[in-house]
């Protein structure tokens, strides 16, 4: 299958961002650990929920990378030193570590983030631009 690209069309002059921004998320989009949903609050608002059971807070890192990218990574808490050893007869409850990546479109940013009863919840806004009309001067030759 031929690969599409972005950069090739004489329309779409700087839009390569845009086309690295699809590779990126196709490739995070692959992983379903820790599941998770995408809500739209209201007409610019939106919040993105992770199940996190068994996480504490100090356990999970949120941070936008290269201004679009939104990572959340989780890593298992350690075990402490003198707690006793643990014999689980089944373990059904996952917690291993994870990283889940989501990209922000231009506007779009995080205003928040809460964990309540093993769910992390990130809330986001898209701010309007600004609508500015700049006149380009031309000169005689």
Same mark, same amino acid.
């Given at each position: 299958?031929?690969?599409?690209?972005?950069?090739?069309?004489?329309?779409?002059?700087?839009?390569?961002?845009?086309?690295?921004?699809?590779?990126?998320?196709?490739?995070?989009?692959?992983?379903?650990?820790?599941?998770?949903?995408?809500?739209?609050?209201?007409?610019?608002?939106?919040?993105?929920?992770?199940?996190?059971?068994?996480?504490?807070?100090?356990?999970?890192?949120?941070?936008?990378?290269?201004?679009?990218?939104?990572?959340?990574?989780?890593?298992?808490? @350690? %075990?402490?030193?003198?707690?006793?050893?643990?014999?689980? +007869? &089944?373990?059904?409850?996952?917690? *291993?570590?994870?990283?889940? =990546?989501?990209?922000?479109?231009?506007?779009? @940013? %995080?205003?928040?983030?809460?964990?309540?009863?093993?769910? +992390? &919840?990130?809330?986001?806004?898209? *701010?309007?631009?600004?609508? =500015?009309?700049?006149?380009?001067?031309?000169?005689?030759?």
């Amino acid at each position: 299958m031929p690969r599409f690209s972005l950069s090739g069309h004489p329309l779409l002059l700087g839009f390569e961002q845009v086309e690295q921004m699809v590779e990126r998320a196709a490739k995070s989009g692959s992983d379903s650990y820790p599941p998770y949903n995408i809500e739209l609050v209201s007409e610019d608002a939106y919040r993105i929920t992770l199940a996190v059971a068994g996480f504490r807070p100090e356990d999970l890192d949120a941070t936008i990378e290269e201004q679009n990218l939104l990572v959340v990574r989780g890593r298992s808490a @350690e %075990v402490e030193p003198d707690a006793e050893p643990r014999v689980f +007869l &089944h373990r059904g409850i996952a917690a *291993r570590q994870f990283q889940k =990546t989501f990209v922000l479109a231009e506007g779009v @940013e %995080v205003i928040g983030a809460q964990l309540a009863d093993g769910l +992390l &919840h990130i809330n986001l806004i898209r *701010r309007a631009p600004a609508s =500015t009309v700049k006149r380009i001067d031309i000169d005689r030759a």
